[in-house]
């Protein structure tokens, strides 16, 4: 069969405009901009083992950068980057813009677009034609500029010091009045007058600073329109700014239940770019710290859903078992929540004496708590009567609106990125990948509940063969590079310099790698122009089309369940706004 | 005021000569207005059920059993602000959600107080970056910052406990016709500087090689 990039200049001869290396070896095209929306439907519809999941899309902003290569000419770049399941493999479709910031909208092609373009829009500027509803989606309606055009300031010490007088706030409440017609909602269905409830952006219920503007036909959910970006903290911006190094803190922070998990995919990513060969060591070892975290991340999901649906004392529970993991993760790393652990070409320092006794006795204590917590929630009648049936997405659906993690595989698709695309050594385990079968609120619990104890075989496997050698790479663009070897040689004393003073230099190219993250796909699309900071820095986080499908599976159900279907996601805002 | 518990078929509880003198230091207590009232606020600092980002979850943390500020009186969480004494503004700042903490904070009733919790909300943190400000103190006053990102439960506690004692030696006017208007604050404390000599101490760190 012959490969997808030779299909495509077939089909389009003028519509592909060239072909482009990548590290992380994806099919990489150029693509005229008249002919995006015929290449990507063929991609979606009529290719063989069809490109179905909209993954990512996102765009660059050339115009600072030295290391161009053969590539068409270009202010603007938009990407596109699209999963096949079947092919199990992704494909980067770039579109270069010149003198006009407009692009067709591919909104018509996969409805989950309209969020991504809206951000691109929101954040350089870029006018997509047809889009039903374009305008900010991240920064505050009465934002001047857009954030991501190398010539807008990053910090905030750069820009006129922040006020708020009487005028302003009166003003910024005024731009966030809810106002029906402009957000394209209906007043009225047939003879029924329709009722707007505001929801947040400060509620118990959002977990977070999320706002909802709920359509309601007396307790019936008509439609949910979600307002974002309260929690917009420019962590791509900032990855243009911070050394490759001393952005990792940044990334603990982009899913903050996550943390070293979220480390993960942006050293995976700096590795690929640097052509560092991480120590089987330092593989396992980030595999039992990150699957640490995703128990922890659950526990706090957990004991805050069961809490959504009127149980108090569970978060009580839950809680006090996330401490225990944070006992470990402290004496491990040294910190609780942000530990910021993971450096490229390895971790920051080797496991403490001592460490195997500490796990073993969370993994020896936490299934009998699990069973536990089985009987207290999820055997729960009212628990089972408030989730099972509620907020049903198929598989399709999921598909097409770019869900990942426990939201897709509980519509009783298989599909782990542990599994099937392994990365750091996950071949080496054995664990099942738990599915549901309905994709409801119910199913997506039972998910992650097992989740929880396959994580507990991984670490327990870690625990059993955890082999020696070294914790880092002696790769020169290790940072910062083991510190014994910097006595013996120039070299590496010169390197160690380098990497902590400057920070590392990575060579120019583009990478993406991403990881099973607690909440789905998290991913980092890393661009190097061969620089001490990367050029443009994307994160693709799994929150972000999670978002975006709430209203659909929201529609129909009462005012009490959208409550359940919020905490059934699992989102968490620094992941949906960044 | 200084109080204990005692055991019911604790013989000491029943100790004493049962005298006039005794009963009356027992079961009297003699203060005036300003200081019960100021006991009671101390005693009784209920927070608003308000965060904002990392932070947040480390402060729900610190109400429950491990570290529990229940002891404290301030497990009463307010969903409304209009029944919220304490602010704690946990997490970052972001500017578009800055008239919306301002309007929070104005609808609390006055005693109110506010705890700046984490880096980002005591001065933006880490986070110098287009759309966060860079401290919640640009917009409306705080009373005590926490240092962390994210603080740990400890830590805040640590805040929660300082300001408590802060509440406990303000005065306030019982009423808004009769006596001086105004709020006697005590003054500020900083513990960078109370606590440096303990600091310096520490000479010897444990081996991160160690658990």
């Not at chain 1, 660059?60 to 199990?88: C, M, W």
């Not at chain 1, 500029?145 to 003003?171: D, S, Y």
Request: charged share 20%; with cysteine; net charge negative.
């Amino acid at each position: 069969m012959p490969d997808i990039v030779s299909i495509l200049k077939d089909k389009f001869p003028q519509g592909i405009l060239s072909v482009q290396l990548t590290k992380d070896e994806f099919p990489t095209l150029w693509a005229e901009a008249g002919s995006i929306i015929s290449i990507l439907s063929f991609l979606k519809k009529e290719a063989d083992q069809p490109y179905s999941m909209l993954y990512d899309l996102t765009a660059i902003d050339e115009q600072a950068k030295n290391n161009r290569g053969e590539h068409p000419e270009s202010i603007y770049t938009i990407v596109y980057q699209l999963l096949s399941f079947e092919r199990n493999s992704f494909i980067r479709i770039k579109v270069p813009l010149t003198a006009q910031t407009v692009i067709p909208s591919i909104t018509a092609v996969w409805p989950s677009a309209n969020w991504y373009e809206r951000e691109v829009y929101d954040l350089f500027g870029i006018k997509f034609t047809g889009h039903p509803d374009l305008r900010r989606i991240l920064m505050p309606k009465t934002w001047i500029g857009h954030p991501l055009q190398k010539c807008h300031p990053a910090r905030a010490t750069e820009m006129a010091p922040f006020q708020l007088p009487e005028a302003k706030q009166v003003a910024e409440q005024a731009a966030m009045q809810f106002k029906p017609e402009e957000w394209g909602l209906e007043k009225t269905i047939a003879d029924d007058e329709l009722m707007f409830l505001n929801l947040g952006p400060q509620h118990p219920g959002t977990h977070g600073i999320l706002r909802l503007v709920v359509q309601l036909d007396g307790e019936d959910i008509v439609n949910v329109v979600p307002d974002i970006g309260f929690h917009h903290r420019g962590a791509e911006k900032m990855g243009e700014r911070q050394s490759w190094h001393s952005y990792i803190p940044y990334t603990d922070r982009v899913e903050y239940l996550g943390g070293v998990m979220n480390n993960f995919p942006y050293v995976m990513a700096v590795e690929k770019l640097g052509g560092i060969i991480v120590p089987e060591r330092a593989q396992m070892i980030r595999i039992m710290m990150s699957e640490l975290f995703r128990i922890s991340s659950h526990l706090v999901w957990y004991g805050t859903f069961a809490g959504d649906l009127g149980m108090l004392s569970p978060v009580f529970f839950m809680f006090n078992d996330r401490e225990k993991v944070f006992d470990i993760v402290e004496a491990i790393c040294g910190a609780r929540m942000h530990p910021s652990w993971f450096r490229i070409g390895g971790v920051t320092q080797d496991l403490p004496n001592g460490w195997k006794n500490l796990i073993q006795d969370f993994i020896d204590y936490f299934p009998k708590r699990l069973d536990e917590y089985d009987g207290m929630v999820m055997k729960n009648s009212i628990f089972k009567a408030r989730t099972v049936g509620i907020g049903i997405y198929t598989t399709a659906e999921a598909i097409e609106w770019g869900i990942t993690g426990p939201g897709l595989r509980a519509t009783g698709f298989e599909w782990d990125f542990r599994k099937k695309q392994p990365y750091s050594g996950y071949e080496n385990f054995e664990f099942d990948v738990p599915t549901g079968k309905n994709g409801d609120c119910y199913d997506r619990a039972g998910v992650r509940v097992e989740e929880m104890r396959q994580s507990l075989r991984i670490i327990q496997q870690c625990v059993n063969n955890m082999p020696d050698g070294p914790y880092k790479s002696d790769h020169p663009l290790t940072t910062p590079p083991v510190k014994k070897n910097t006595l013996e040689d120039i070299e590496t004393l010169i390197h160690h310099f380098l990497n902590v003073s400057w920070g590392p230099v990575i060579p120019p190219g583009e990478a993406f790698c991403s990881v099973e993250a607690t909440k789905g796909n998290n991913g980092y699309y890393l661009i190097s122009d061969g620089n001490i900071t990367s050029y443009r820095t994307r994160i693709r986080t799994p929150s972000f089309p999670a978002m975006q499908l709430v209203p659909l599976i929201a529609q129909g159900y009462t005012l009490p369940d959208l409550m359940a279907i919020l905490g059934s996601v699992d989102y968490v805002l620094s992941d949906v706004d960044r | 005021m200084t109080w204990w518990t005692s055991k019911v078929n604790d013989p000491a509880a029943i100790s004493g000569n049962s005298s006039f003198e005794e009963t009356v230091q027992q079961s009297i207590v003699l203060t005036n207005m300003e200081s019960m009232v100021a006991w009671g606020r101390k005693n009784s600092v209920w927070p608003f059920n308000f965060g904002l980002s990392c932070c947040y979850v480390e402060m729900a943390t610190s109400l429950t059993s491990k570290y529990d500020i229940a002891r404290f009186g301030s497990e009463v969480i307010r969903g409304t602000p209009r029944e919220a004494d304490m602010m704690i503004v946990a997490g970052t700042v972001f500017i578009k959600m800055a008239p919306v903490i301002r309007q929070l904070y104005e609808q609390m009733m006055a005693p109110r107080w506010v705890i700046s919790m984490g880096s980002c909300a005591n001065s933006g943190g880490m986070y110098d970056i287009y759309s966060v400000v860079q401290g919640v103190d640009k917009f409306m006053p705080v009373d005590v910052y926490v240092t962390g990102c994210p603080p740990r439960p400890d830590a805040f506690m640590e805040g929660l406990l300082l300001m408590r004692d802060q509440i406990g030696q303000e005065r306030r006017p019982l009423n808004w016709v009769v006596g001086p208007q105004g709020i006697i604050k005590p003054p500020e404390i900083s513990l960078k500087e109370t606590k440096r000599e303990e600091r310096m101490r520490m000479t010897s760190l444990r081996s991160p090689d160690e658990i």
